[in-house]
């Protein structure tokens, strides 16, 4: 089996400090991709920068410290790894990486905050047609595609506990969820819902105020969305919301051979 795991820390160095890298040896994912993990890796220590028996990338952000960021951990070293989407303007935020294990393309993502006053909407959508642009040309050249991470989109009324009271609120507007439609529309799998079509209260993010998270009242915007040729392959596809660390827990996706 291969464990492919997904999780936005907020913050690598505090995950840490709560626990990550034991986490890490216990579970012993075969690939990690984290999300927002604001922090180069010349300020972390050689534990965190290069985990025991993983192979480690980074993307991080050049405009901002202590934002954004992505990284890959992976026990298997990929054919080939590209940082960014090879555009600049989104590339400078360290939002994206890129790794080619031959019999598949993995891309670990953190799209775009749409900020509270929504001035970020216009980057963020800007941001997902240029991914999803990217994904499909991987897939004209016939490469099965598996892309992960912070969505920062919940796609339908069941992803998050107050859909009602989120219509105008960053995360759930028109807009924002059309392109998950327009994703699915494309034939991706949101493997999570395909596995778990009509259950309520499975969330990724809780926010940290109001006691959200022990009272469930969360949002799905973790994913792991599938080329239709991998669906074969699944075993299984979980949120793992007991873990701590951060606002978000990780999600998995377990592939057979």
């Known amino acids: 089996m291969l464990c492919l795991y997904s999780w936005n820390v907020n913050g690598i160095r505090a995950a840490q400090g709560k626990g990550l890298l034991e986490w890490i040896h216990t579970v012993q994912p075969d690939v990690l991709c984290l999300q927002e993990t604001k922090a180069h890796p010349d300020q972390l220590d050689e534990a965190l920068r290069d985990p025991d028996g993983y192979h ?75 991914f999803l642009d990217y994904t499909e040309r991987l897939r004209a050249e016939g490469r099965p595609v598996i892309f992960c991470g912070d ?42 819902r395909e596995l778990h079509p009509d259950e309520p209260d499975h969330y990724t993010y809780w926010n940290y105020w109001g006691n959200a998270r022990p ?22 596809a979980e949120i793992h919301p007991n873990v701590p660390g951060s606002d978000h827990c990780p999600i998995s996706l377990t592939l057979h051979p």
């Open 151 to 192: 969505v920062n989109t919940a796609h339908r009324p069941i992803d998050l506990a107050r859909p009602d009271e989120n219509q105008n609120t960053t995360g759930f507007l028109p807009e924002e969820r059309v392109w998950i439609d327009e994703v699915v529309a494309r034939g991706y799998v949101d493997i999570f």
């Open 215 to 236: 009272r469930n009242v969360g949002w799905r915007i973790d994913y792991f969305f599938i080329t239709p040729d991998l669906r074969p392959r699944v075993a299984a």
């Open 56 to 130: 480690s990338y980074w993307a991080w952000s050049s405009v901002k410290k202590g934002y954004s960021g992505v990284a890959l951990y992976s026990r298997i070293a990929p054919r080939e790894v590209q940082i960014g989407l090879g555009i600049a303007e989104y590339d400078q935020e360290g939002r994206t990486i890129i790794a080619d294990y031959g019999d598949f393309v993995l891309i670990g993502a953190y799209f775009p905050n749409g900020a509270r006053d929504h001035s970020r909407v216009p980057f963020k959508m800007a941001y997902k047609a240029a």
